[in-house]
């Protein structure tokens, strides 16, 4: 499939499944009364599956509009905007802290498990991942009054997030079966 | 000129990341400042159609919990209506008429009229620090900024922002706005809410002398003019003393199940405007 078809199609899809399964899903964890309650998120993995050699102001231009989509529909006026456009500013960074050669010689191949195998593939998710739930959650309470109560926000919403980011990737990626 | 260009060139990608991010906070402050831009907000035509879709859907498969709902609330009514009904009026009739002819230290006083209108819940959100809930109805049905919404089993928040056809709702999960509340017995006080107890309000500060049950009700008080009075916010929890002060601290479930909150109504106080116009005349002076 046409890489740009491929990747406006998963914008739309990341973002329906945000908005109308993963922001309805409002979880406690040590419940009663002083319950975290938190929201999964799974929007960023559009930033992350981008092609390696996209450039960085596409990246950034991309992560905004995501971002202000997102916050159209959870009326939080910038705060996933925010935290989106700064893994998009990192992610050159960190793919090329991770990955073996020069981001350009990998042609029309996108982050994934098969490219990059499973423990570089989960860094390299999982530190955005944290560090996008830390800024949003640290915007949204915007004080540091309630320190636990907001770490405890951040680390089970990350958990959840990896979660969901590592049942995505299982399921929408083609598998190349080798038969007997 | 031309290392000027360079520089730019050189550091595009910082100066593009800088700029996004300067409008991020941007839309962030202008959203905590309550002056109402809805140019980012679930009252936006475009997401407050697709909202209306899902919420279509939805609607026909959770249609007999809603009946219980309505018949729940009806039975609150109807006991409410029979009780004037059963007051014989016409043996009164000796007190009514020394209340219109000779007694004039009686006033008939008109009190704030109310129009409700209901609307269906299109979007709703429970845990943020402020929680918005989108309405199918807006400024061309007669919702404006301010008013307040109740539910059929209590409060529910006040009015934000209002588009053509939607409305958003800023409920009372929401460390922006405090209500004013009182106990059964009159003593008020406001509530507040904070993100470390999703589920409850808090009543700090009560006097330690003052008698409270577990299960009391408080309602709302028409201080402020913001919200009705006597709609009920919730019911205590707990009671705790504050050790550091010696005064007691009221936990209270909220009235309203904000979970699965399908119809509310948006209250219209018809005289609100003449209130805030005669008590804004002191200050003036």
Redesign the interface.
Known sequence: MNIYLKNILRFCVIILLQVFILNKITLHWFTQPAGALFNPFIYPLFILLLPFETPVWVLLVLGFSLGVTVDTFMTTAGMHACATVLIAYLRTNVLNALMPRNLSEYINQQPSIKNMGWSPFLVYSGFLMLLHHSVYFSIESWSASSFGPLLLKIVASFVTSMLFIIVYILLFTRQNVTRA | MRNFILIIRRF??LI??AG??I??????A??HTLQG?D????A?T??GL??KK?TDLFYYISLGKMNDSLLSDNVRLRKIVDQYRTLDTLRDSFVHKALVNTDTTVHVIKYADYVYRTAKVI?N?????NN?I?IDRGSKHGIAKGMSVISSTGLVGRVEYVSANFA?ILSILSNKQQVSAKLKDGTFKSTVW???????FLMKDMPPELKVKRGDSVFTTSFGSVFPPDVLIGRV??IEMNKKNGKQQL?LTPATNF?NLQYVYVLENLLAAEQKQLEELPAKK
């Open positions: 595009f990608n593009l990341f996004l991010e409008i991020c906070f941007i839309l962030i202008h959203s831009d140019i980012v907000s679930s936006n475009a997401t697709i909202y899902q979007n959100s429970v845990d943020g620090i918005y989108t958003c904070d993100n470390e107890h999703p589920e409850t929890a707990k936990f979970r």
